[in-house]
């Protein structure tokens, strides 16, 4: 029915049928869109609608709205549906959106809501907030089913069947012993293929690919990028089997780790988005702005220094944009190759010397053939040789410091445990300005007398 409606056009077919009491039609729309849009059509929906939207929902649709939706939205529902349809829908929650959604709130609060689903799931929730933020634990549900050592095949599938409707993942069954400990993992194709009267013992891989409780989350999504895995599964420090870890998850994890390193490198180092307001905006990005700011000045106090130098040569000018420009682009390139770099994997002295090399190998393939073209530029233009060596020497020497620059730094602020991320663009870029004008104004001063 939707297939061929654009988005504003089923947001009107649902306002419709929300305004003619049109319960069949109304699920027949939306039987046709994915959680993630059914989200979008109810925060495109006029508030006056939005009740009952929520009462034409089932459990099932009302959990998955639940889950697309910024934490401040989902409070909102909750306090709609009252206390009877909020605990069902918080009981068919994942855990780790649960936890998510419970983070940050009033002791009080979180006792109200927990207090609303079984038992298991409360204990289990409230075991995953006592691990720090952005670790393994955080992020763990216990939607996953566990096979003990002893069952046969047979016994394992028909566990499948009776837990199918509450496990998040069926791909990995995991085995464990009498005290939980991971022994194993085994797929559901290999169940599928085997013989039902083998043991589970005889078919299960017994070197498990796994993440302890305490494992930073980026670590976490290397594994499962490393290895494809759909999920992972989560131990305590004695391999008690305590949780899982979905691939959902983890594409969740380095989509804001990602927006995080964006944020330092365009220098607010906090979230802003389409709803952060504007005074609040403007006060995240301020302190880096009037750090760049003082800095900035500096290297206007160095043109003001060479002010002789300019007048008595025009033509220096033209080229100084050009210079810092280019200068402080390659430091930022350099730059994200480093943080890229450092996100996918851990850099050893080895390695740290051989990248260092291979970007001042760079820096030096790109300034010979940038500053060769710039020198016949110049000399072409101003028919002044002298000139074209002035610029393109400074640009040669520039673009690798330039290179080095970008390299270097987040690799100092890294090996003394910093996030490389907050070496930001516009920084490097200002230090690369300040050096790219000394180096220009000082050899055009040096070679003053031929240049005029």
Known sequence: MTTLLREDEITLA??????????????EILDELQPYDMAIQYRHLPDKH??????YLSIRQLTELMQELPKIEQIDILQKLGVEKSSK???RMDN?????LLADLEPERIEELLSQINQDDSKFVQSTMTYPPETAGRLMNNRYVWIPRHYTIRDAIDKIKHFAELAEYLNYLYIVDEDKKLLGVVSYKDLILGNLDDRIEEVMYKRVVKADVLMDQEDVAQIISRYDF????????????AGIITIDD????????AN???EKLSASGKSIDFNTPAWTAAYRRLPWLILLLFIGLFSGSIISRFEN???TVVALTFFMPLIAGMTGNTGTQSLSVVVRGLASQKLDFKQTIKLIIRELWVGIIIGVICSVLILLIAYVWQGNLVLGIVVGGTLLMTLIIGTLAGTIIPLILYRFNIDPAVASGPLITTINDILSLLIYFGMATLFISQLM
């Open 14 to 27: 649902l306002i419709k049928s929300l305004k003619e009491g049109k319960l069949t039609e109304f699920q």
């Open 260 to 262: 995080e390193d964006i």
């Open 89 to 91: 829908v918080l009981d």
């Open 230 to 241: 759909v999920t992972l599964p989560i131990v305590e420090n004695d391999n008690t089997l």
């Open 96 to 100: 780790d959106d649960l936890a998510l």
């Open 250 to 257: 983890v594409i969740d994890v380095v989509m804001q780790e």
């Open 309 to 311: 130098t300019l007048q």
């Open 50 to 55: 939005r009740n009952k939207f929520l009462l």
